[in-house]
């Protein structure tokens, strides 16, 4: 896949690819200060786990979910982004968010991607965009209908908001994939969707 780096002419190629046990040493990389930290969010903020801590259970379901619950981004052999994009019922957060139960049809094929982390040097690059639409090939191949998310609408605030509070993306990223405003949970909160089958 192919983004362009912002102010440079020529195109860079970004590979994703998925998150596999293999791959598991080079992951924490992309969480930059935050990897020597085992109780930072590690991509579980929607998700309900018994391990001891966010990493040990990100690192569990790395080495055994089949398929892989997450896309890693390359560019120039060195990973600079990751996102989780699974089937929506495997994330308690989102199915028993109750603004979202408004606007969410009941589909047990509907996918979600929920985060999106890519390393400090590169945001603003491409890069989010790059993973968000292998997501959307990612879930397409497992049989996925649609692929849902809920990105932040930065439009709408007050001031320029900082990484963490854009983790889920931004409304910029999800209209330059290709996805459709379904509804909002909040007036920065639009709930965006990409039909992948048709029912």
């Known amino acids: 896949m192919l983004v362009q780096q912002e102010g440079s002419e020529p195109m860079t190629t970004v590979r994703v690819v998925p998150a596999t046990a293999a791959r598991w040493p080079q992951l924490g990389r992309v969480f930059g200060p935050r990897?020597?930290?085992p109780t930072s969010c590690w991509c579980q903020r929607f998700r309900r786990h018994d391990e001891p801590t966010n990493r040990d259970a990100l690192q569990r379901e790395i080495h055994q979910a089949d398929p892989p619950v997450g896309l890693l981004a390359y560019l120039n052999g060195d990973v600079v982004g990751w996102t989780r994009a699974v089937p929506r019922s495997t994330l308690p957060g989102i199915t028993e968010h109750r603004a979202l139960a408004r606007i969410l049809d009941e589909d047990l094929d509907a996918w979600w991607v929920s985060c999106f982390v890519v390393r400090r040097e590169h945001r603003g690059s491409g890069i989010g965009v790059a993973l968000l639409e292998a997501a959307v090939d990612w879930a397409a191949q497992h049989g996925a209908s649609v692929l849902d998310g809920h990105p932040v609408d930065t439009d709408?605030?007050?001031?320029?908001?900082s990484p963490s509070a854009v983790f889920t993306g931004t409304l910029a990223m999800f209209r330059r994939a290709g996805?459709?405003?379904?509804?909002?949970?909040?007036?920065?909160?639009?709930?965006m969707r990409r039909e992948l089958l048709h029912r």
């Open 35 to 37: 990897e020597k930290n």
């Open 156 to 161: 709408g605030l007050a001031r320029i908001p």
């Open 179 to 191: 996805f459709a405003e379904i509804g909002r949970t909040y007036p920065t909160r639009p709930v």
